[in-house]
């Protein structure tokens, strides 16, 4: 199958990317798979001509992100046009802002496939030509999708975890001695319940002043308190390093598709404690193995996180099963759900 992927890839860490990444990582195996890096992602505006112009320049040239491992070749190009891009059986994208453009392009492309992981979209429909394939990342995602869009072709496949990279260590303390929270900054995080995580981070420290607490993300930034260390997020190295100095991660989401945080932090042996967000109750037994609260409810995210640090055996039954169960969302065997998903597609076109 040769497969044209449309990513806008850069060197910063981005969580849409990392799914889309580690799917082309495997497939290539099997698959010719080309992946392209537009300096435009077709924007107006001074700013996206300047960059256009330095794609045109760079045109052509390989491109290697340096936050992630990408075993496929990364081209670069200045915008996603057609004449840009070669003849493929599947042209397989993520933005809603190129859905109008890959639409036109002619069936030499492929059937054209777009992944959809943005809860903005579905709070924000936009109009998507009928031709084009949806690929929900949830059951949560595929369902508002065939409410807002009844006349398309869904499909659905999770994301998966690296479980080759983010693996477990083994822990020999006897509790839990840190709190971890997958820092979000921007005007678009809001929904990512930060403040929600860090009230919960004093709470905790009020009552169990010897905990430690950290977080990861692409810079320090004013909102997070003094007592929580900072470690960087900027490599995928970085994360794993995050992961392994927490015993409990904290995922305070207020609304989304399909985290990759709980799944890393699980396959890495730490507690987590996370809100019914999205795709959470379809890799996750509440009690079992991640403790799920309502999204927002800082009393019963900090009760949860209290519980597992005055309950070591509880904390221990849970990062063990949860390392065990996420094992079944390994990318190798979510890519070969994602595989038989563009096989099928290309047998009903």
């Given amino acids: 199958m040769k497969i044209n992927v449309l990513l806008n890839i850069g060197n910063k860490p981005s969580g849409a ?4 990444i580690e799917f082309c990582n495997v497939l290539a195996k099997s698959n010719d798979i080309l992946i392209y890096r537009a300096f435009n992602p077709n924007k107006k505006g001074l700013e996206y001509k300047l960059r256009e112009i330095t794609g045109f320049i760079l045109r052509g040239k390989k491109f290697c992100p340096r936050w992630i491992r990408c075993d496929c070749p990364v081209v670069i190009i200045p915008s996603c046009r057609e004449k840009f891009v070669r003849d493929a059986d599947i042209t397989f994208f993520r933005s809603a802002h190129l859905a109008q453009e890959v639409s036109a392009w002619s069936k030499s492309k492929g059937l054209k496939v777009m992944r959809v992981s943005n809860v903005h979209m579905l709070n924000n429909p936009v109009r998507i030509p009928e031709n084009i394939v949806l690929i929900a990342s949830s059951t949560m995602v595929y369902e508002k ?6 006349r398309h072709k ?8 690296n ?3 983010f693996s477990y260590t083994e822990r020999n303390r006897e509790r839990a001695r840190s709190i971890g929270m ?3 900054g921007g005007k678009n995080s809001q929904h990512k319940g930060m403040e929600i995580g860090f009230e919960v981070m004093r709470r905790i420290k009020e009552k169990f002043p010897d905990m430690r607490f950290f977080v990861a993300g ?7 308190p003094g007592f929580v260390e900072f470690i960087s997020g900027l490599r995928s190295h970085d994360m794993l390093n995050f992961y392994n100095k927490v015993d ?3 995922y305070p989401s207020l609304e989304d598709a399909w985290p990759n945080p709980p799944m890393e932090a699980m396959a890495c042996g730490c507690g987590v404690v996370t809100t019914e967000v999205g795709g959470i109750g379809e890799f996750v037994i509440n009690g079992e193995t991640a403790i799920v609260c309502k999204p927002g409810d800082i009393d019963e995210m900090t009760g949860a996180v209290e519980l597992l640090i005055k309950n070591p055996e509880i904390w221990k039954k849970l990062f063990n099963n949860g390392k065990e169960m996420i094992k079944q969302f390994d990318y ?6 994602l595989e038989r998903t563009f096989n099928e597609i290309l047998s009903t076109a």
């Fill in 17 to 20: 990317a990392r799914p889309i």
């Fill in 145 to 150: 999708l065939k409410i807002i869009y009844p």
């Fill in 154 to 161: 869904i499909f659905k496949v999770g994301n998966g975890v």
């Fill in 163 to 165: 479980c080759g990279f």
């Fill in 182 to 184: 997958v820092f979000y």
């Fill in 218 to 224: 692409l810079k320090k930034e004013k909102q997070i």
């Fill in 248 to 250: 409990i991660l904290i």
């Fill in 332 to 337: 190798p065997k979510q890519a070969e759900i």
